[in-house]
């Protein structure tokens, strides 16, 4: 068996381990100089908390994990008590007399009330209709007892034939090559058929990977709302899973990282979140960055103005595509869609939207002068915009884009979106304001912003523009070449101490060909080696190689330490 | 609903991860100066990669996860394209034509062979009675084909049955409450019963979170193997789960700190572990720990000399218990063994097994005298323990300890085990050598050794010592009251160089009452706080509070950077 791993899952060698936390590092460092701190929750949550959250085509994505073999051995423990299908022909059909007798009781009290009743004369008639009423209904209450222990006998005797068919199959299966596996797979299958994916998993399954960090994130805030101080700032730097199907740079195990503040719904942290990413990315060398500005109530006042307050979804999905299809593609798909020619004319301005993000403001002024909302929008977007200039930015550039709507449903004022104008790889980073992200966990009226960078994407950005020189590998700065048993024990002492000052530094650990050990040092790029053979040690000294320039040179340990440290 | 995170799992705070970082980050720092590099591996493995590896109980800690969906609509091609009980009946019936058409012509074939032979007249006599035998097995064919078509109208009807069954359903359950779950229960249950939970599992989970980082380091080092420079030297700190029931200290989800050498016998490697756990723990003030050493060999050579080489578990997990249960307590367990009295007698200089590591040696060698595995032990100890004392450790003492085994039926020559005296809390580090790990997955002949670090019981250690002073949370330094969009502007001015420097800073949100702001300081134990109300604004400089002493005075924006980034 050749071993592998999971399609869509990595492994990280030392080197890209290296990679990946010279970015993390960075995006860490400034979440922290704004003030972020850092939280961690579990790999797993339960299935509740994330079911639901993110649409079906969400549900299905999501790694479940099965429970143990306890928990089937326990499925339920009523029913457990009964052993085997026999058995539980008898649970139902101790129930189906529990049930009954209730019934019974039930009619019984009615009547002998309501016989009560006519006895003292008040209101005959109706009574004795009512009467009528009840025993009719205990006459159908005897029918269906009767309909139902036939139907238990049929249980009795299918659970016969199951027995049986079990007991069959280990005599069938020689001839038949039906194995337990292909039997499996249909009692699998059917059981799935039956009682729904869904409702099957929600059986097995009461533990689910986490899918990303934003409901964690808010699951976390309500749980623990009394420890936390508000507005709530955290990052989390994590790794999630999906079910997806692998592409380039599409894994079913990847990292967010993400820094959200929760408790406030100040346009200030508007600007700080488009400050931290050109922070970020100014820090990694990736300058040359857009960062894409819209709001929710812009989109909104649009759809309100051209009368489709009802197909915003389709309208900003459609708006979306103007860059990729043009302005007769989102004609088209937003007539197919059912927006009128008319008000689709009304969208003409938005079609040509240039020019400076003050006159981009101004034409949404002059369009959105109908709509509230709208006009809010823009007022919440002037501030972000206005603010940004005065303050200025350090490489990226901002940019208003009334087509930009990302996850739509979920934000309510700004949405963001970052890309690099040097590889075409889509964007680096997203985010938004939304305002009611624990109402799903019960704690209403908690306004919330944060944003998110898209870890594997940036990775593949800095490789390709080569901008990882400054990744530090943690590889040894020094050899000690093994020559033998005292040898080496003489080079432990000097190890040690290189060691107490940091100073990453090994033994190589058995006594083999020169060759080979300079090999290793080679190609685990160790920049020096030192040699301590007989002489060396005769003299208490070493030779030390540098192994770039290839000169050596004969010193003795202070120096060597002294050089080492430097 | 309240939410709430999956039993034996854990959310980690700032403060937490402040403190947990302070632990990883001194344990990955020795560790590369030690010349260990990172790797990381996924979440999830292939169930085939760890599933056998940790013995029966392992496996049943394993989480799982379960296949999606989309895989349970595909269970099985062929057997798909039958798409209901009644036509996968047909499936079998199908199988069972088709099985009974390829044996009447292998019969066929066979019979007129040796017709064919016997018109030769060849071998007559021997050939007519192999006829013979091939048309009997001909005769039981359509016998067997005979049964197993009425077995095929059992199946019908059983099928036949199960859909009035599910029909009966919807109807039965108004009246017997018996609803979709409890059925559902009860064929989950009755499937698990009638194919194994272990099969069952099998076939709806292919995957399965990492149970440790041995296992998935093993399948690396394999998979990688043409890519990796021996001896490798590698570090993995990342989290493991499993299924276990949840204890004070024992989780579901925890991190392993494990550092590894494959690919050299060296002793040297045994040797540097020992200075690499003392550096560790001095490293984090964690002073006045043991270092437990024993050796596998010298366990199975004390096992030979005794004549109970078949019991070494039984007698190895009794003489581990000397210290819990003294010397008759071992006794006992081992008579009831079923090691012999005789045997045990020469156990005795074991039962009081005292001194120095050298003296502990000495009688070591005189016990094992008869045993060449055994005294290889010895000198494989010598090495270790020899070579420590002369390099000295920093604060840990070396012990040599017989009893220890640990893992037993994993190593093979050096056992570890790391306590502290301060705490009694049972082993904070522990591990050994192992020859071949990667041959579970086809490479032989790697040599190994590792450790790991207890991270949860280290952070129990060093906050019940208090040790965690060090440990910094990235709290701002420095936070900036919001009183107005005017004031907030001028603040963003000085935050953005602030944070251009590295300070972490920042400004209140929202212009909130006075009182509240600075609450929200303290709670966060921000140490500096600026105020720049109208008047600050109109001179051009701001108020300056340090939270601790309580005194505030006025400064410029310069002396101010000047003052934070001291």
Not at 383 to 395: D, P, T, W
Not at 495 to 510: A, C, T, V, W
Request: hydrophobic share 35%; with cysteine.
């Amino acid at each position: 068996m050749k071993p592998s791993i999971p399609k869509g899952t990595r492994d990280f060698s030392p080197v890209e381990i290296a990679k990946r936390n010279y970015i993390f590092n960075h995006i860490k460092e400034v979440f922290e100089t704004f003030g972020f701190q850092p939280i961690e929750t579990p790999a797993f949550e339960n299935s509740s908390t994330l079911m639901g959250k993110y649409g079906d085509e969400g549900d299905r994505l999501i790694f479940k994990i099965l429970e143990s073999g306890e928990y089937f051995k326990s499925l339920d423990s009523e029913f457990n008590r009964y052993n085997d299908f026999h058995e539980q022909g008898f649970f139902f059909y101790e129930k189906i007399i529990k049930r009954a007798k209730e019934l019974f009781i039930m009619t019984e009290n009615i009547t002998s009330e309501i016989s009560e009743s006519i006895k003292e004369n008040r209101i005959k008639l109706e009574l004795q209709y009512e009467l009528q009423r009840v025993l009719s209904q205990k006459k159908y209450i005897s029918y269906r007892l009767d309909k139902t222990v036939e139907r238990y006998n049929f249980l009795d005797k299918y659970i016969e034939d199951i027995k049986r068919k079990f007991a069959d199959l280990a005599y069938d299966k020689v001839f038949l090559e039906v194995d337990n596996d292909e039997m499996l797979n249909i009692f699998l299958f059917n059981i799935y058929k039956s009682f729904g994916f869904k409702e099957t998993t929600k059986k097995i399954s009461e533990k689910a990977l986490r899918y990303d960090l934003t409901v964690p994130f808010a699951r976390y805030v309500v749980q623990h709302q009394n420890d936390i101080v508000f507005p709530f700032k955290r990052y989390q730097m994590q790794a999630v899973w999906r079910a997806d199907r692998p592409q380039k740079g599409r894994f079913r195990e990847f990292y967010q990282c993400d820094a959200d503040v929760v408790g406030s719904k100040s346009l200030w942290q508007e600007v700080e979140f488009v400050q931290l990413y050109d922070a970020v990315f100014t820090k990694i060398g990736l300058t040359d960055t857009v960062i894409k500005l819209n709001n929710r109530k812009v989109l909104s006042g649009i759809a309100e103005i051209i009368g489709a307050k009802d197909k915003l979804i389709d309208f900003t999905v459609a708006l979306d595509k103007l860059d990729k299809i043009g302005a007769e593609g989102v004609t088209n798909e937003m007539l197919a869609k059912g927006i009128t020619a008319e008000a689709i004319e009304k969208l003409q301005p938005l079609f040509g939207f240039n020019g400076s993000n003050d006159e981009k403001l101004a034409q949404l002024t002059t369009m959105l002068s109908g709509s509230e909302e709208g006009l809010n929008g823009v007022e919440e977007l002037k501030f972000v915009i206005e603010n940004i200039e005065k303050l200025g930015l350090q490489s990226a550039v901002l940019e208003l884009d009334v087509t930009l709507a990302r996850g739509l449903n979920y934000y309510t004022g700004a949405i963001y979106e970052v890309q690099t104008n040097k590889v075409k790889i889509g964007s680096i980073g997203g985010g938004g304001r939304y305002d009611d992200l624990t109402g799903i966990f019960g704690l209403k009226n908690i306004s919330g912003i944060g944003i998110s960078f898209g870890l594997d994407r940036i990775y593949l950005v800095l490789e390709e523009l080569n901008l990882f020189q400054k990744a530090e590998l943690p590889t040894p700065k020094v050899l000690f070449i093994n020559f033998g048993e005292k040898e080496s024990f003489y080079c432990l002492h000097i190890i040690k101490e290189l060691r107490k000052m940091g100073i990453n530094s090994e033994l190589y650990p058995d006594n083999s060909k020169l060759k080979k050990q300079m090999n290793y040092a080679n190609n685990r790029q160790i920049p020096f080696v030192v040699l301590v053979g007989e002489q060396e040690l005769k003299d208490n000294n070493c030779t030390l190689k540098n192994m770039k320039s290839g000169e050596q040179f004969t010193c003795n340990k202070d120096e060597l330490i002294r050089l080492m440290s430097k």
